[in-house]
């Protein structure tokens, strides 16, 4: 639909600017004036239309049209919250941990990219980026890619997080699994092996929890269990606790309200829905996914 439309642009554009040569030739200024008013409407339009065509992702064609909106400008201030999510599956449920801010919800092991170096201080002389201020700044949240921006760094911010930047790889997803699991003696295992299944980014939109124009982003990496970890979690499965749980997707799709017994309280995070496999055709298929990693805990 872009290229058609682009297409007749370019086609209408091109004969206004024949017409107006023609007439200008033979002096005929009422066809050139006519033919010029025409051009006056189908340029901007050929422009934006080639603008179209290089926004090839939901999030830039979203950010384009806030702008022609009006809805943001350049200086409009961007939250970012960039992350990365564990499917941990056995049988038909999945493994959740309860959410260490206070919000009494279960949600995927995880949690947000860390900056790693001298990376912050370069986004900050380059990007002016600033921290977050709507979750508390402490040694849990430090130095990750919870930040704040103005609109018109945000497509080179995103570049150099996927090209250039200094931070936590997909290659190397340890720090929340040894966090989460390891050192809650939830689980003990020594290495993991897991598979990057995609990414999953928002449109830019306006969060109504934290009241600013948002770009979310979450890569979804499954683990590969051994035959012992099978056992484990199998094991886990059987077990009660208040530090963990495992839903189906179903209660993942629900948020854990169970409408049968009555108890309607959303009691599962509405990003754990990124994880389930019914969802993994939405997630965007971008460089490396397919590829396992093994790591070290």
Request: overall charge positive; aromatic content about 10%.
């Amino acid at each position: 639909m872009k290229i058609c439309k682009a297409i007749v642009l370019v086609v209408l554009s091109m004969l206004s600017v024949g017409v107006i040569l023609l007439f200008e030739i033979n002096a005929w200024p009422v066809g050139s004036s006519l033919a010029g008013i025409a051009l006056g409407f189908s340029l901007p339009g050929l422009v934006n239309s080639i603008q179209d065509l290089l926004d090839t992702t939901n999030w830039k064609t979203s950010q384009r049209k806030l702008k022609r909106g009006r809805f943001i400008e350049d200086s409009t201030i961007i939250r970012i919250s960039f992350a990365y999510l564990y499917r941990i599956k056995i049988g038909n449920k999945y493994l959740l941990v309860k959410n260490e801010r206070g919000t009494g919800k279960y949600q995927p092991v995880g949690g947000v990219y860390k900056l790693l170096g001298k990376e912050k201080m370069e986004l900050r002389n380059r990007y002016q980026v600033k921290d977050d201020n709507k979750i508390p700044l402490d040694r849990s949240s430090r130095d990750d890619y919870r930040l704040r921006l103005e609109n018109r760094y945000l497509r080179k911010f995103v570049k150099r997080f996927d090209r250039k930047a200094e931070r936590e790889q997909i290659y190397n997803l340890s720090r929340e699994f040894r966090e989460e699991l390891i050192e809650k003696g939830i689980i003990n295992w020594s290495q993991i092996t897991y598979r990057f299944c995609g990414r999953h980014m928002t449109e830019l939109h306006f969060g109504d929890h934290f009241q600013y124009y948002e770009l979310l982003l979450a890569d979804v990496v499954e683990l590969v269990p051994t035959p012992e970890q099978e056992a484990d979690l199998e094991l886990l499965v059987k077990q009660q606790s208040d530090i963990y749980r495992f839903a189906t997707a179903d209660e993942i799709t629900s948020l854990g309200v169970d409408t049968a017994s009555g108890d309607l309280r959303e009691n599962i995070a509405d990003h754990t829905l990124k994880i389930i496999q019914e969802n993994e055709g939405q997630l965007m298929r971008i460089s490396g996914v397919g590829k396992t990693y093994t790591i070290n805990l």
